[in-house]
């Protein structure tokens, strides 16, 4: 059983296109994360979020607390965005779970 | 540059040996995280270490171990080492007074460890 899921697995799209990626989970969480990893394996934390919506740049990190589920959109996506972006939740049990990921490619 | 530092980058060793990765987080910061990255399994919380004391721990197998000192930085120390231990380890550290729930993290580049 995993305690996140994310969809899609894979994801290709079109420079300029709106793209979306989902996350649930079915703990108790603190907060839920969204990180990056590129392809040399670094990992970049994007948004640390526990209500509500943030905006960075063309990201944007939405959380439904009540139903548990979150939403990563990337607007007028570029080829730079191409990535594996990574759900995970600080549980309130103090643990710290990962989705599998969503491998991103970006079209020029 | 996320500002943490994980020595050594790559490591090729032998099954049934023993390794150590070192951490040193950013300037300031007295949490440190540890993670396992594997491809069949994914990133999967170790440790959590909070100026000095152990946290929290995740699925931490017993032939693993780790601490930090006080000048902050992190060892991972990896015994009786097997095949599927091959993986990227990597850490992160966050300011921490809020502990693993609701700090940001920053990671390190990672060590990537083979084991034939």
């Known amino acids: 059983k995993n305690e996140v899921e994310q969809s899609p697995q894979n994801l290709t799209a079109q420079e300029g296109e709106f793209i979306t990626i989902n996350c649930s989970y079915s703990?108790?969480?603190?907060?839920l994360h969204w990180l990056q990893q590129h392809p040399g394996g670094g990992i970049v934390s994007l948004f640390m979020l526990s209500s509500g919506k943030k905006k960075h740049g063309r990201l944007i990190a939405t959380i439904n607390i009540q139903e548990k589920h979150s939403s990563l959109h990337i607007t007028a996506s570029h080829p730079r965005d191409s990535a594996v972006y990574i759900c995970a939740v600080s549980s309130t049990g103090n643990q710290f779970y990962f989705g599998t990921g969503t491998s991103l490619t970006v079209i020029p | 540059d996320s500002g943490v530092t994980q020595t050594p980058k790559h490591l090729i060793t032998a099954t049934g040996q023993r390794v150590t990765l070192r951490c040193s987080p950013r300037s300031g910061d007295l949490s440190v995280y540890w993670y396992q990255q594997s491809l069949d399994q994914g990133l999967q919380f170790l440790i959590h270490?909070?100026?000095?004391?152990?946290?929290a721990k995740g699925n931490i197998l017993e032939r693993f171990s780790a601490q930090q000192f006080p000048d902050l930085h992190s060892e991972l120390n990896l015994s009786s080492l097997e095949l599927g231990d091959s993986a990227l380890y990597f850490c992160?550290?966050?300011?921490?007074?809020?502990?693993?729930?609701?700090?940001?993290?920053?990671f390190g580049p990672g060590t990537r460890l083979t084991v034939l």
């Open positions: 992160a550290s966050s300011f921490g007074l809020a502990g693993i729930r609701t700090d940001t993290q920053y």
């Open positions: 270490y909070y100026n000095g004391e152990e946290r």
């Open positions: 703990v108790g969480i603190s907060a």
